[in-house]
C-alpha cells in the first residue's frame, strides 16, 4: 500500500493538473501562467516546480493520469499472458467510461487550438517511453530473456498509434462529446484497437478460410490410380 507521503503527492499532482484543466478549458491555451495554476491548485509557485517544469507540462499530464492507471491493471495481469492480450484486458479493466473523460477533453481541446500540439506531442512521447519500460518489466520475468530494441519501440509505436486512430474515429463520430454514451464509445474504440493490433490488423470482415480438406482428399482420390491386383484378367484375344 502506498504510504501517506505518496498518497499526498499523488493528491497535490492530481490537483495540480485538475487545475491547469480547468484554466485550458476557461481561458484557452497561452492565456494562463505557473502562478494562475498554483493559486487554483491552492499551492505555491515552489511547490508546482517540484512536480512540473512548465504549464505545458502540467497540461500534459492529463494524458499520463490515464496511462498511469491502464498500466497499473497491465501489471496486474499473468506474466506469462501474450503483451497485447494483457494491455486489451487492462483497458476492459478501466470499465468506469469516465476514466477517459479527462483524455477526452484534452484532445477534443487539442483539435481546435493547435498550440496545444506542443502538450500533446510530449504526452505521446511520455506514454511511448512508459510503455517500453512496462514490456521491460514482463520480459525480464521470462527466464532473463532480453526484448530487442526495435521490437521494443515498434511495439510502443504501435499502440501509441492505435490509440491516437482510436480517438481520431472517435472525435469524428461524436465531435468531442463527453456524455457517457460518447465515452463509452471512446473506451471500446480503444479495446478495439488493441485487439486489432493483437490479431495483426485481420480485417474484421474478412470471411474464414475455408476448409478444403475434403476437396484435398477427393483430388487425392481422383490422383490415385485404380487398384487392378484382384480385376478379372480380359480373356486373349488373338
Not at 42 to 60: C, D, L, V
Not at 97 to 119: D, F, I, K, W
Not at 190 to 217: C, E, H, K, Q
Amino acid at each position: 500500500m502506498p504510504s501517506r507521503r505518496e498518497l499526498n503527492k499523488a493528491a497535490t499532482r492530481q490537483a495540480i493538473t485538475d487545475a491547469a484543466l480547468a484554466l485550458l478549458r476557461s481561458n484557452g491555451p497561452g492565456n494562463f501562467t505557473v502562478e494562475d495554476i498554483a493559486d487554483a491548485a491552492g499551492i505555491s509557485r515552489r511547490t508546482f516546480f517540484n512536480y512540473f517544469g512548465s504549464t505545458e507540462a502540467a497540461i500534459a499530464a492529463v494524458t499520463f493520469g490515464f496511462l498511469d492507471k491502464a498500466l497499473q491493471q497491465f501489471r496486474l495481469r499473468p506474466a506469462g499472458e501474450p503483451f497485447m492480450e494483457s494491455a486489451r484486458a487492462a483497458l476492459v479493466e478501466l470499465a468506469d467510461p469516465m476514466t477517459v473523460a479527462p483524455l477526452a477533453e484534452l484532445y477534443s481541446l487539442g483539435q481546435a487550438n493547435p498550440q496545444l500540439s506542443r502538450s500533446e506531442l510530449e504526452a505521446w512521447d511520455h506514454c511511448t517511453a512508459q510503455i517500453i519500460a512496462a514490456a521491460r518489466e514482463r520480459s525480464g520475468g521470462d527466464a532473463g530473456i532480453e526484448l530487442d530494441e526495435l521490437y521494443l519501440r515498434a511495439l510502443a509505436g504501435s499502440v501509441i498509434s492505435c490509440g491516437k486512430a482510436a480517438m481520431d474515429v472517435w472525435f469524428a463520430r461524436c465531435g468531442g462529446s463527453l456524455t457517457p454514451d460518447s465515452l463509452s464509445s471512446l473506451r471500446q474504440l480503444l479495446i478495439d484497437s488493441m485487439s486489432l493490433l493483437g490479431s495483426g490488423f485481420a480485417r474484421p470482415d474478412s470471411p474464414p478460410a475455408a476448409d478444403t480438406s475434403a476437396d484435398t482428399s477427393a483430388a487425392a482420390q481422383a490422383t490415385i490410380p485404380a487398384d487392378t491386383s484382384t480385376a478379372t484378367p480380359s480373356p486373349d484375344r488373338h
